[in-house]
C-alpha cells in the first residue's frame, strides 16, 4: 500500500528552525517527486516546493527561499523539510506529497502524507 | 504568477442535487489543472487531475471539466459524505499554486 509517513508534531520558540520527515511507503521513492505544502489554521494550501529524490534537484516556492530547504536520503526513502527563521505565522499543518515524475499531465498530487503540526510559540 | 479564482467561497445544497464549483485562472494554465477534496481534519485527496481524468477510487459522481482559463468540478448527485472544502490547483513553470478552496455544505 502506498503511503507517506511523516514526523510527529512539533513546538518551536521563534527563530527556530523545524526539521519535518517523510517516509515513501510502497512505492520506488525516485520515481515520483515529494512536495511540500502547509495549511495555516483555517486558511487554504499554500505550496512550498518539490523535490527530485532522484537527482536532488529542487524547486522552492519564490516566498519561502532562502528559509526551506528540501533534502532526501535515498537508502530510507525520506524526505525532509528544513524551515528556518520561524515566526508565528510559521504555525500551520505541513504536508507532502507525491508526484509521478513522468507519463502525467502536472499537477498530480497523490497521496498526501497525514500531516505535521508545527507550532510557533514563545 | 497565476491566480486561481475559485467560486462561490461557500455553497450549501440538498442532497441529490447536482454541484457545479468553479476555478478561473488568471491565464491560460492549458490542461493542467486537478481538482481536491479535504474533509475536517485530513489530508486533502487527489480527484481530479488532467482537467477531467478521475483519480483512482473516485466515485463515478465527480467528473471535471474545461481548459485554458474556466475549470468545472461535477458532482452529479450530492450525498452527505461530500461535505468537504473543495481546491483547484494548477501548474506552470516549474510551479504549482492552489485556489482559495470552496467550502460545499449539505442542507
Known amino acids: 500500500q502506498v503511503q507517506l509517513v511523516q514526523s510527529g508534531a512539533e513546538v518551536k520558540k521563534p527563530g527556530a528552525s523545524v526539521a519535518v520527515s517523510c517516509k515513501a511507503l510502497?512505492?520506488?521513492?525516485?520515481?515520483?517527486?515529494i512536495h511540500w505544502v502547509r495549511q495555516a489554521p483555517g486558511q487554504g494550501l499554500e505550496w512550498m516546493g518539490w523535490?527530485?529524490?532522484?537527482?536532488?534537484?529542487?524547486n522552492y516556492a519564490q516566498r519561502f527561499q532562502g528559509r526551506v530547504t528540501m533534502t532526501r536520503a535515498t537508502s530510507i526513502a525520506t524526505a525532509y523539510m528544513e524551515f528556518a527563521s520561524l515566526t508565528s505565522d510559521d504555525t500551520a499543518m505541513y504536508y507532502c506529497?507525491?508526484?509521478?515524475?513522468?507519463?502525467?499531465?502536472?499537477?498530480?498530487?497523490?497521496?498526501w502524507g497525514q500531516g505535521t503540526l508545527v507550532i510557533v510559540s514563545s | 504568477e497565476i491566480m486561481m479564482t475559485q467560486s462561490p467561497a461557500t455553497l450549501s445544497v440538498s442532497p441529490g442535487e447536482r454541484v457545479t464549483l468553479s476555478c478561473r485562472a488568471s491565464?491560460?494554465?492549458?490542461?493542467?489543472l486537478a481538482w481536491y477534496q479535504q474533509k475536517p481534519g485530513q489530508a486533502p485527496r487527489l480527484l481530479i487531475y488532467?482537467?477531467?481524468t478521475r483519480a483512482t477510487g473516485i466515485s463515478a459522481r465527480f467528473s471535471g471539466s474545461g481548459s485554458g482559463t474556466e475549470f468545472t468540478l461535477t458532482i452529479s448527485s450530492l450525498q452527505s459524505e461530500d461535505c468537504a472544502v473543495y481546491y483547484c490547483?494548477?501548474?506552470?513553470?516549474?510551479?504549482?499554486?492552489f485556489g482559495q478552496g470552496t467550502q460545499l455544505e449539505i442542507k
Open positions: 488532467g482537467a477531467s
Open positions: 490547483q494548477h501548474y506552470k513553470n516549474r510551479s504549482y499554486t
Open positions: 491565464q491560460s494554465v492549458g490542461g493542467n
Open positions: 523535490l527530485n529524490p532522484n537527482s536532488g534537484d529542487t
Open positions: 510502497g512505492y520506488n521513492f525516485t520515481d515520483y517527486y
Open positions: 506529497a507525491r508526484e509521478p515524475r513522468f507519463g502525467v499531465v502536472p499537477p498530480k498530487f497523490d497521496p
